[in-house]
């Protein structure tokens, strides 16, 4: 296995300095102050930071990366890696359901036609996914058609993932993924029934994600992460419960893939619900972590109504460099 040539981390330097590396694969600004490129590489993504002073989050390989532009899709590719962005209107696609199977059809049939081809990880930002009762919740057509945009392609090995609500550009469907030539490794937490198999009560469609993937290298990237133990959802109306709860799933994860503590080298964002939360999200976060993990609070709604905070992230990059991984 080739060593671990992607690179994660927060990077304060401004958007153009990035830009400028021809090592860069992706940078990605938060919320709404930031600067315009028109860098296919460079994707704003329509969660706040809850923090000032934010950081933006730098993908990078070692040697040149090339990049282009189609339609609705972006991407960025070097040294085994490629990153991909699509953004479809709902309106355009009459839909979310519409939309998410249009955007992973434009995806696949991309990665498909790519050296790097195997999917690996994957972000939906979607607006009110909350909205709609029942089998009719906005995220539950998300999940019926990211279903059959993956089907259409025979995808049954499922990349690692995080679903969150944005309240950004009504109708607006951001779905970016990372990908590389050789196959990742899916892990599950033993704490939690995969998502793929969640019983009916959740939804038509159960969530296509795998809760880890151990990358061509070692790194670990890890799903949205949330207070879901089994199937059930926990601690509702306790924030520092459900943060307490999520951390140890994270913690669970890290022991499935034999890896060692978060450190400076793990990047984590943490999506909050509502922004008052953050303090005592912030609080449970120095309970358990060492404090040189960057930890990036950004205002999102998780895909459960009662979930108020999710955590997903990234683990060993440097450290696995380091020991010539
Ligand atoms: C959960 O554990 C919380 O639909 O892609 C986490 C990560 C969640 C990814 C997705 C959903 C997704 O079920 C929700």
Not at 245 to 250: D, F, G, P, V, Y
Request: hydrophobic letters at 40%; aromatic letters at 6%; glycine letters at 10%.
């Amino acid at each position: 296995m080739r060593g671990s040539e992607l690179r994660v981390a927060y990077r304060v330097e401004p958007v153009s300095t990035l830009l400028e590396r021809p090592d860069t694969l992706a940078v990605f600004d938060f919320g709404a102050g930031a600067d315009e490129t028109s860098d296919p590489r460079h994707l704003r993504v329509p969660l706040p930071p809850l923090d000032v002073g934010v950081p933006r989050e730098c993908w990078s390989v070692e040697g040149k990366v090339n990049h282009g532009r189609a339609d609705a899709l972006r991407w960025a590719a070097g040294d085994g890696w490629r990153f991909i962005a699509v953004e479809v209107d709902e309106a355009g696609c009459g839909g979310i359901e519409a939309a998410s199977e249009r955007a992973y059809t434009l995806l696949l049939a991309h990665v498909a036609a790519s050296p790097e081809r195997h999917l690996q990880r994957i972000w939906n930002y979607l607006g009110a996914i909350n909205a709609g009762e029942g089998d009719g919740e906005r995220y539950r057509l998300f999940c019926s058609g990211r279903a059959r945009g993956l089907a259409t392609r025979g995808i049954t090995r499922y990349p690692a993932a995080t679903a969150i609500g944005h309240h950004g550009c009504e109708g607006l469907l951001q779905v970016y993924a990372l990908c590389a030539t050789e196959p990742g490794e899916a892990l599950e937490n033993p704490r939690q029934v995969s998502a793929w198999k969640y019983p009916r009560q959740y939804g038509p469609t159960a969530p296509s994600f795998a809760r880890a993937m151990q990358l061509p290298g070692g790194a670990l990237a890890i799903s949205g992460t949330a207070a879901v133990i089994g199937h059930a959802s926990h601690h509702t109306e306790d924030v520092a419960a459900q943060a307490d709860e999520a951390i140890a799933n994270l913690h669970a994860l890290l022991e499935r893939a034999a890896l060692p503590a978060f450190d400076a080298s793990s990047p984590l964002k943490v999506y909050v619900r509502r922004p008052q939360d953050a303090e005592r999200i912030r609080a449970a976060l120095a309970r358990h972590l060492d404090p040189a993990v960057p930890s990036l609070l950004l205002h999102g709604d998780i895909c459960r109504r009662e979930l108020l905070v999710e955590i997903d992230g990234w683990s060993s990059f440097a450290r696995l460099r380091s020991a010539g991984g």
